[in-house]
């Protein structure tokens, strides 16, 4: 649970979702330290994020309906003992950046190969990187893809709950989650 600290208005006079472009320059994009934009304040915390919507899947389902193959069967038992799952994913925030390379359905194997199982693997994989690889699986097949992260800029949030791999927040980014015309 992040308490961003009284976020105010959007006092920059960009409209929704402009601001990530902004937000990436300040980033120097080896996965290092965000620079802080001009005016935010420095104890807010920098989130990036996929935009995805994830859920387990046990390895069976996967090896069985999917074909997922040994190997990856073999990296994603070792990723955590007792963990016998993989991560799919199930939901996509439109005019996202990872939506324009991500399927629902994908099993998400990697991220900059190192193999991830939980919804925490993921998020510390992430980091605050704004650019990182995907290794999935999709019909039958291994990719890997290149995926661009969002920066959540914290703009008229006030607090942020990470739970189960899902970022929840007032209703201003749920808006966005629904598309056009919403």
Avoid at 9 to 30: I, K, L, Q, R, V
Avoid at 106 to 133: H, N, Q, W, Y
Wanted: glycine content about 12%; aromatic content about 4%; proline content about 4%.
């Amino acid at each position: 649970d992040l308490d961003l600290g009284g976020a105010g208005s959007n006092d920059g006079g960009e409209g929704e979702g402009e601001g990530d472009e902004a937000f990436a320059d300040a980033h120097d994009g080896e996965g290092g330290e965000i620079d802080a934009p001009e005016g935010w304040p420095a104890y807010w915390p920098r989130c990036r994020s996929l935009d995805l919507g994830l859920k387990r899947l046990p390895l069976s389902t996967a090896r069985t309906n999917m074909k997922l193959p040994a190997e990856w069967m073999e990296k994603l038992q070792a990723c955590h003992q007792g963990r016998s799952q993989v991560l799919a994913v199930n939901q996509k925030r439109h005019l996202s950046p990872t939506s324009k390379v991500v399927q629902e359905g994908d099993l998400i194997l990697a991220v900059d190969s190192k193999p991830v199982c939980t919804f925490r693997d993921v998020e510390e994989a992430v980091g605050d990187r704004a650019k990182v690889e995907l290794t999935l699986l999709r019909d039958e097949e291994v990719k890997i893809v290149p995926a661009a992260t969002t920066l959540v800029d914290g703009v008229g949030t006030h607090r942020i709950l990470v739970w189960a791999g899902m970022l929840l927040q007032c209703s201003y980014r749920a808006i966005q989650e629904m598309g056009k015309g919403a």
